[in-house]
RNA sequence: GACCGGGUAGCUCAGGUGGCAGAGCAGCGGACUUUUAAUCCGCAGGUCCUGGGUUCGAAUCCCAGCCCGGUCACCA
């Protein structure tokens, strides 16, 4: 990265800042501190015992403000849990400390040592007797100035906003924005949760091939890379299916997997080339099964994430106590659409999509225009939480086809929040001839010039034929449901890194 | 991929009907032993996204491109 101007200046500042320190035999690079404590523990202390004894404390952190008041200076030091404020004294520490407290500079990392008091203006304050410098920072990190004003309203001044560089730049957006830090927490507690609910009920965090020399499982793009030494062509995944169930038929019964999947499309607010999901699948189980199973998954995360089993969203109260509604594909078409799409055929069908406005419906399949219908009549009543299930034949080729000789309808459901498609589930097609028929049927749409459609995935129908139990199989999107409870916009505020295009 | 909006100091933003490049915070020097958006005095800091064009003169107008955001398409 190149700098002009003021930062050069800012930087060059500091660079002879590091050198009168090391020139005074302080190291501007430490190696170790031990802490004692944090700042919202050393803070509870001073409230319950601190009033009538002596509270000692050994702090480090970061450098988040700085007033100079000639031989005192008042620091604010942030930690993991919060900011303690410091305050310095030439008489306490002595000539040659305090020299080194006048080259401190904001975003500097710093161990304390003192006790703590209570200034005239009541903050609780650490009285430093000690002072080490664990590293100098050269760059300016962009705070923001925060006051609290009459009203206790807290106002930013200024601060970091600017998304792009907030991206590109994640560890400056971390450093100054303690919200940021906390939304990134919720994330893995989320996916504690869910190991922990998955752990409990016997199922076992496994991990499958993300090189993959077929994928399947899902209808996407994939990204294309090379083996050198195997001189082999190999694609991302776009999805864990099909190596899960392989598990299955090998009889570890329940499984499940979190990880990253590739998608080679584009980006949006809820959309990020890689992504996280969760999939499980659990033997004997059906789709009634997966409902229950993922309602009471995503409603623990949500208590043991805020506490509660609702959720505000973007402004809009969410319910996750279970059970959802539940609404089959046809009736929610006919609900919001007013169109009964199980009685029309061809004609019929493309004139219902045109009036819907589905786009280039004079152009697309019958599997896209069902799909199209959809997404423009209903997909927006979806608020949620609520269980759509039982999707048409053609939008589900991995799904059984409905028991009990409907054969429209497969026993597919997926749950809705906020609009999104949250979850994925279906009772397994574990039929090795019907798979094999489904593949064949994709490998046409294909040389049609499908691009998406599958490839034959032999081996995993050498799989099925040694025999795969009646499952049922669950995909989730973590990211989506990150958002959900960290009521944010975008798929970026949730991705520590989302993907850019390169600078 | 299409359309719309944006890109000016380290950060947040003015300026935009063409006429010397601006503010606040951050930075540097000085004063200040309970401050907290500390205050006061002084100083410094710019590829106005990039490249062309129009013009006596372009941050400003025109064209092309780059990057970000939003909407749509694709998708989870």
Redesign the pocket.
Known sequence: MT?????Q??IR??RE?VEQLREMGIEPYAYRYEPTTCAEAAVRDYLTVGEQSTVNVRLAGRVR????????T?AHLEDRTGKI?V?F???VLGEAVYRVVRLL??GDWIGVEGAL?R?????I?VRADELQLLAKTLR?L?F?????DESGGFVI?????????R?RQRYADLAVHPKVRARFVVRTRVLREIRRFLDDRGFLDVETPILQPIYGG???KPFKTHHRALDAELYLRIADELYLKRLIVGGLERVYEIGKVF?N??T??????E?SMLELYQAYADYEDMMELTEALVHHVVVEVTGSSTVSYQGRQLDFRPPAPRLSWHEAVRKYGSVDASQLEGRALRAAALEAGV?DADAKGRAALL??LF?TLVEEHLTGPVIIYDYPVELSPLAKHKRGGDSDVTERFELYVAS??IA?AFSELNDPFEQRERFEAQVRMREEGWE?AHQIDEDYLTALEYGMPPTGGMGL?I??LVMLLTDS????EVILFPT??P?
């Open positions: 700098e002009t101007g003021e930062a200046h800012v500042a500091r800042k403000s700085l007033r100079f008041h000639g031989k005192t008042f404020q305050y004294r030439r008489d500079d904001l008091f200034t005239r203006t009541g903050e304050t300016p962009p923001g100035k925060e006051e609290t001044h200024s601060g970091f906003a600017d998304l792009e560089s991206y899902a209808t996407a998608r499309e584009g949006d607010r809820t959309h990020n080339p992504f786009e799909d199209g997404k999104w498609e994925n998406e999107g990211d989506r916009a975008s798929i970026r850019l295009r600078e």
